[in-house]
């Protein structure tokens, strides 16, 4: 037996919308005496049809329970013209009749059925434009300064004030935490000083800050790039103006006091590298890092992130040389002294390898490989390539290799800045990359045949003679492309050929 469905809707309480039980009160009117099921939704939007209760509705008509539905409201069913036309073509498949009880709606007829896509039409708009009023609420309100919600920055309580007549929030300075944030503008500030050296500075007697977190090299990033910390000035204007930001306020606003906010303009990244689009505000708090201290870090910064490349530079043997021991990467460490810089075990530093190392100076080292390279290739008997049928399988497989060891490049570039936690795990990532790339040059081997498995050395007949000539890419490509691994041990290297 088919029942006739009244369905309620309502999202948030309103003083002046219709309560749910109002709403099933009305609708049982309209069923005159009919036996009624209700299915009522309390909180959910109208938006869309993610609904409980209307999906309860819609399974039991599907299943023929139903041969008609009631709504106080049309909007309270759907706002959407697209899931209207779906429902209203479900409606019609299992011959529900449709009513609006205060809109007088009915679909049993062609020009209630006409009336009722017309009125969708408009109670979509009308969801639009409500979205556009809160859109455009909150670019206003962000413009004017007002405390907009999300996380407390580091460093600073939040109280209540009042702008222009309006109750909102703001920052103000909590010392203890302000304390941490200005020893980390001063000590980036300086010409030598990285991220990696920040954090060690800062973690010497404990990894948590006054928030109870662990401090890392990306936090301190994100706090070096928030201009709420500064005390801005003309010069910092000048800078986001550079960038492509909007400004909120005129120049002569800056006055060197305040600190700024930065929220999302036409770039929907919040807070990202790339500032053009971004709208930057004075904030009524104040700022307690000086104008030139931020703009140096903050510039330091950004030509940090803008000279990054996919390619180690400190070594044309960069992710080639491995600890024997532990199997994890051996990275550049630059110093002041005269040999400039050495091989250090990655493994060592995280507290994974205690295997003692003799100091590897990276120019002897390099000069030891170049003779080891020169050796090899003497000996090398170079074979032109056979053709293979599976040579196009092959150049894709060497391709996957060159990406995996550019992956390894970067994470390597990454080791000398991490914290031990974070360089444990990009070690396990440089491990299971090389794990990939060893699986692959087994594939590439069962693939050659025995008369071509030796890739075209042709070119390197004379590399040799010209070695000193080449560039820092081109010492690397030849690295890449006859190197496996070299593994270092206390006591020796051994160099694993490709060839």
């Known amino acids: 037996m088919t029942k006739v469905a009244i369905y309620a809707r309502k999202s948030v309480y309103r003083e002046d919308s219709i309560s749910i039980e109002s709403q099933i009160e009305t609708c049982k009117y309209e069923a005159k005496g009919e036996e009624t099921v209700i299915y009522q ?64 709606f009915d679909t049993s007829s062609p020009m209630g059925r006409a009336m009722l896509n017309i009125c969708i039409v408009f109670a979509q708009l009308e969801r639009e434009t409500i979205q556009q009023r809160v859109a455009d609420a909150y670019d206003s309100r962000s413009r004017r300064g007002f405390y907009m919600g999300g996380k407390i920055p580091y460093g600073f309580s939040k109280k209540e004030t009042v702008i222009d007549g309006i109750k909102t929030s703001m920052y103000e300075i909590d010392p203890i935490e302000a304390h941490d944030i200005k020893i980390i503008y001063e000590l980036y500030s300086k010409p030598s000083a990285t991220l990696g050296d920040v954090l060690r500075e800062i973690t010497k007697e404990s990894c948590i800050n006054n928030r109870g977190k662990h401090w890392n090299t990306a936090r301190i990033s994100e706090l070096i790039r928030n201009p709420v910390y500064v005390m801005a000035d003309a010069n910092i204007y000048i800078f986001y103006k550079q960038q492509g930001a909007n400004l909120c306020n005129p120049i002569e606003s800056f006055d060197g006091k305040h600190g700024c906010y930065l929220f999302s303009g036409n770039n929907t990244n919040r807070k990202t590298w790339d500032l053009k689009g971004q709208n930057v505000v004075l904030a009524p708090h104040n700022g307690f890092i000086s104008s030139d201290i931020w703009l140096t870090c903050r510039k330091k910064l950004l030509g940090n992130h803008q000279i990054k490349t996919c390619r180690a530079k400190n070594s044309w043997l960069a992710g080639k040389v491995k600890c024997g021991c532990c199997g994890y990467a051996m990275t550049i460490k630059k110093s002041k002294t005269k040999a400039g810089r050495y091989f250090i075990c990655s493994g060592r530093a995280s507290k994974v390898c205690n295997t003692p190392m003799p100091t590897i100076y990276a120019d002897e080292f390099e000069m030891l490989i170049e003779e080891k390279t020169a050796q090899m290739l003497s000996k090398l008997i170079i074979k032109p390539k056979a053709e293979s049928l599976n040579n196009n399988e092959i150049l894709k497989l060497k391709s996957d290799i060159m990406n995996i060891e550019n992956s390894i490049d970067i994470l390597v570039d990454r080791l000398t800045e991490s914290d031990c936690t974070t360089a444990a795990y990009i070690n396990q990532k440089i491990k299971k990359l090389d794990a990939d790339k060893t699986e692959l040059l087994q594939q590439i081997s069962k693939l050659e045949q025995a008369e071509s498995s030796l890739p075209n050395f042709t070119a390197l007949n004379n590399v040799m003679s010209v070695w000193d000539k080449l560039s820092f890419d081109e010492k690397r490509d030849v690295i890449q492309l006859i190197v496996d691994k070299i593994l270092v041990f206390p006591e020796k290297i051994e160099i694993v050929w490709k060839l």
Request: hydrophobic letters at 35%; proline letters at 2%; aromatic letters at 10%.
């Open 41 to 104: 939704d309390n909180g959910f939007s109208g938006k869309n049809t993610d609904r409980p209760d209307f999906k309860r509705m819609m399974a039991d008509i599907r299943a023929n329970k139903i041969n008609k539905v009631i709504v106080y409201k049309l909007d309270r069913i759907s706002r959407s013209i697209l899931d209207f036309s779906e429902m209203m073509d479900e409606f019609q498949k299992h011959s529900v009749d449709f009513i609006s009880a205060t809109e007088r």
